[in-house]
């Protein structure tokens, strides 16, 4: 039995158990915290549940104002299309959302993603309020449809600029539109401790490359990562290779080619990870997470951007984005299906090396917030 709360925004600003539903990717989760933390500022004593997948649930113990976050693969999502046990996870959830007393739930997701999955469980778990953008008429599904106004193109909003628009119908709004990720203090220490047994020394400054990305069409070649390592350690940057462990062909490609000593911190956490970007002169990276780690934690960042989405570029941090414009831009695949991936194989090196070095002299754009 759905609860009784009226729709729009009268009825939006007595809602106070709320659900966030953001289910693809971590950097997907990133571009949207200013769209959450604009709940807190709006509704200061609101409660705030994440519904994420694994990795953006991961980042949840970053963001102050997410009050809980709840762990998801959903099949209709690219970052869950491959999840077991078709239909009882669904069905664990239902039981868990109707269990959970929200009065509302808002639903995030590029403009290629139908919300009607997940406003199909939202309602049957008696969710009284759901928002979302759609582009077909969701009906009942949805009791505040806002009609999707994008296509992939070059006029599109950025993600972040989407999801914000989207809260602010409801009247959620923020002064701060930067994305954000707060650093823990054990994180930055133990990585301190990591540089400087790799040989890092006191107030050296340094470089990370991070050749990883969860889709081919977005990985730059990774020999080109180590071709840039070795110009930013010519100029006197230490430098370091990062990257989990699916990343390892990528890491020992660059190192390779780059010729040069590099600093070796092991494997790191999530918030390990963001410890390092967030102390690096300049992070180069692929179009993915950790980009938008560097754009939340103010570094500037060299990001080889592969033409599958126009969406996705840095927020309001110093970054140069690479490609080349190519007539198949924008096909959102995650394999290149012209097979010569030139938007981003026509980016050489010595350009990205350029870009890196003019960057890792731009001085910071906000302080390190930790905790």
């Known amino acids: 039995m759905t609860r009784g709360l009226p729709a729009g925004p009268g009825g939006w600003r007595r809602a106070r158990r709320v659900l966030a539903l953001r289910l693809d990717n971590l950097g997907d989760l990133l571009m949207t915290t200013p769209a959450l933390a604009a709940l807190k500022e709006t509704w200061p004593d609101a409660h705030l549940t994440l519904l994420a997948s694994p990795a953006g649930a991961a980042a949840a113990a970053h963001l102050p104002f997410v009050d809980e976050a709840w762990r998801f693969e959903a099949p209709w999502v690219g970052a869950g299309a491959h999840a077991a046990s078709p239909g009882l996870a669904e069905a664990g959830l239902l039981v868990r959302l109707a269990d959970g007393g929200f009065d509302a739930a808002v639903i995030f997701g590029v403009c290629t993603q139908s919300p009607l999955p997940a406003a199909l469980l939202c309602r049957m778990a008696g969710i009284p309020l759901r928002l979302a953008y759609c582009r077909e008429n969701p009906y009942a599904l949805l009791t505040d449809w806002i009609p999707e106004p994008d296509t992939v193109a070059d006029t599109m909003r950025h993600e972040v600029r989407r999801q914000l628009d989207l809260v602010a119908t409801v009247g959620w709004r923020t002064r701060d539109e930067r994305l954000r990720f707060r650093l823990h203090e054990a994180d930055c220490r133990a990585v301190a401790e990591r540089l400087a047994a790799a040989g890092l020394a006191p107030g050296a400054r340094y470089a990370v490359l991070h050749p990883g990305a969860s889709a081919p069409s977005r990985r730059w070649p990774a020999e080109r990562f180590g071709l840039v390592g070795r110009a930013l350690a010519d100029a006197g940057f230490a430098v370091v ?6 990343d390892g062909a990528q890491r020992a490609e660059a190192l390779a080619a ?22 690096a002169a300049v992070l180069v990276a692929n179009n993915s997470g950790p980009a938008h780690l560097a754009a939340a934690l103010g570094t500037p960042v060299v990001v080889l951007y592969a033409l599958t989405n126009p969406q996705h570029t840095p927020w309001q941090v110093p970054a140069r984005v690479l490609s080349r414009s190519v007539p198949c831009r924008w096909c959102l695949k995650s394999r290149c299906p012209q097979v010569h991936h030139e938007c981003l194989a026509g980016v050489g090196a010595d350009e990205a090396a350029a870009a890196a070095l003019a960057l890792a002299h731009h001085p ?6 930790t905790r």
């Not at 290779?241 to 699916?246: E, F, K, L, Q, S």
């Not at 010729?259 to 956490?269: F, N």
């Not at 910071?364 to 917030?369: I, V, Y």
């Open 258 to 279: 780059m010729q040069r000593p590099a600093l070796d911190v092991g494997a790191t956490s999530l918030g390990e990870l963001a410890a390092l970007i967030g102390g």
């Open 364 to 369: 910071k754009t906000l302080e390190l917030e």
């Open 241 to 246: 290779v990062a990257g989990d462990a699916g």
